[in-house]
């Protein structure tokens, strides 16, 4: 399988401050590219466990003795790694969105450079399809998930539309079929800017990448060692107002409870602030465009 060069290498992998006999995860294994990395800095000691729910990438499983990968969704990541004896490591990364190699396979349905049935699975064996969110999901929920996912403001327009002529014309089955349809909302100037958003919003809700996410972070402060580190690279604002605020506040809404002298207890500090590609490798990658690295600690 060709998989494309993995996005901030050096960067995540640096701000790992990877012990050469630790134990370290990298929950969205892809092609390998960030394994390999970890790896090369690791002794014969030293242990990395991959997650990757993508059929594809087993193919690229690394033959090396210190190499696990974990053919699950990564928001299993403590039942898991207890499966395998883990109940604490050294460091967590993890890559989130879509890896270069799904959106080149024009049949997963990721990209909207092809024509192709509606499908946005990540896990092939999901039975959620975005088939179903087309057509399927009643007009209110059809509108929240553009509108949430998508930051679309012709949400409701669009739902409208997708609700009538399914109704009133035949299934909406491929992408082809979805671009005629929300035609009007497609101005020739901005028409990949708003068919992006709406295939995040749609790929969102397929692959629950928000709960993933949310049941995810949640469990890994509990996972780190005292001075663990976390690194997660993210490509857009849902995803990494997320991460932020989880880092700074360890919950997602609202304000941790303050004591008597205005101070709050969190299990971890940022390190570093927000790391964001070269105009370089933006040249030779242009997935790094929209990228954003934050890096924390276990205090």
Do not use: C, W
């Not at 997708?162 to 101005?187: A, C, M, W």
């Amino acid at each position: 399988m060709e998989y494309h060069n993995p996005v901030l290498l050096k960067e995540s992998v640096d701000g790992l401050n990877v012990k050469p006999d630790g134990i370290y995860v990298d929950v969205t294994f892809g092609g390998g590219g960030h394994s390999k990395e970890i790896l090369s800095r690791l002794n014969e000691n030293g242990k990395l466990y991959a997650f990757d729910q993508d059929i594809d990438a087993l193919g690229n499983a690394l033959d090396d003795s210190r190499f696990t990968l974990i053919h699950e969704n990564f928001r299993f990541i403590k039942r898991f790694l207890r499966f395998h004896g883990v109940k604490k490591v050294d460091g967590i990364l993890a890559d989130f969105g879509v890896s270069s190699h799904q959106f080149d396979v024009a049949e997963r349905g990721f990209s909207t450079r092809f024509e192709a049935d509606l499908d946005m699975r990540m896990n092939q064996n999901n039975t959620l399809s975005a088939f179903n969110v087309i057509n399927e999901y009643e007009e209110e929920q059809l509108k929240n998930v553009l509108f949430q996912y998508g930051e679309l403001r012709a949400a409701p327009a669009m739902a409208r539309l997708v609700v009538e002529y399914r109704e009133n014309e035949e299934p909406i089955v491929t992408s082809d079929q979805l671009k005629k349809v929300l035609g009007k909302f497609l101005p020739p100037r901005h028409a990949n800017k708003v068919l992006a958003q709406i295939y995040q919003a749609i790929r969102i809700e397929v692959n629950q990448e928000i709960e993933v996410l949310k049941e995810f972070l949640l469990q890994t402060p509990e996972l780190l060692n005292d001075n663990g580190r976390l690194s997660f690279i993210s490509y857009h604002s849902l995803e990494d107002r997320l991460v932020k605020r989880f880092i700074r506040n360890g919950m997602f809404e609202g304000e941790p409870e303050r004591d008597m002298f205005g101070n709050f207890e969190v299990p971890l500090k940022k390190v570093n602030g927000l790391i964001v590609p070269s105009k370089e490798e933006i040249k030779v990658n242009n997935r790094a465009r929209s990228a954003k690295l934050r890096l924390a600690e276990k205090k």
